[in-house]
Nanobody, 125 residues
């Protein structure tokens, strides 16, 4: 069983920066793509960013391009999301996920097998 643990969330102000981390318990993460999604109360899960198994390919939602940066350690044990110039509309619960494939950087939740419990990121105006 793969366990994913998000950390780094917390209340910030608009314009601030924050880095989220996702720790993975198994080698599975080093062999597969990983991603961040987010979800506001009462809304569907939304794709944020994804990275392939070796970090060579990334994908970002249009709304975060130029502000967020996804990265991962070489062994795949940790994935991060550097979030700059945060906006109130970035307020959500952020989840990390492990893709079904090594190259997976898709934006659909159906392409991901394992999910973390989420970490809250409230952004005040």
């Amino acid at each position: 069983q793969v366990q994913l643990t998000e950390s780094g969330g917390g209340l910030v102000q608009a314009g601030d920066s924050l880095t989220l981390s996702c720790g993975c318990s198994r080698r599975t993460c080093s062999n597969n793509g990983m991603a961040w999604f987010r979800r506001a109360p009462g809304k569907e899960r939304e794709f944020v960013a994804a990275i392939s198994w070796n970090g060579g390919n990334t994908n970002y939602h249009e709304s975060v391009k130029g502000r967020f940066t996804i990265s991962r350690t070489y062994d795949g044990s940790t994935m991060r999301l550097q979030m700059d110039s945060l906006k109130p509309e970035d307020t959500d619960v952020y989840f990390c996920a492990v893709a079904l494939s090594a190259a997976g950087v898709g934006s659909s939740p159906s392409g991901y097998r394992y999910w973390g419990q989420g970490t809250q990121v409230p952004v005040s105006s």
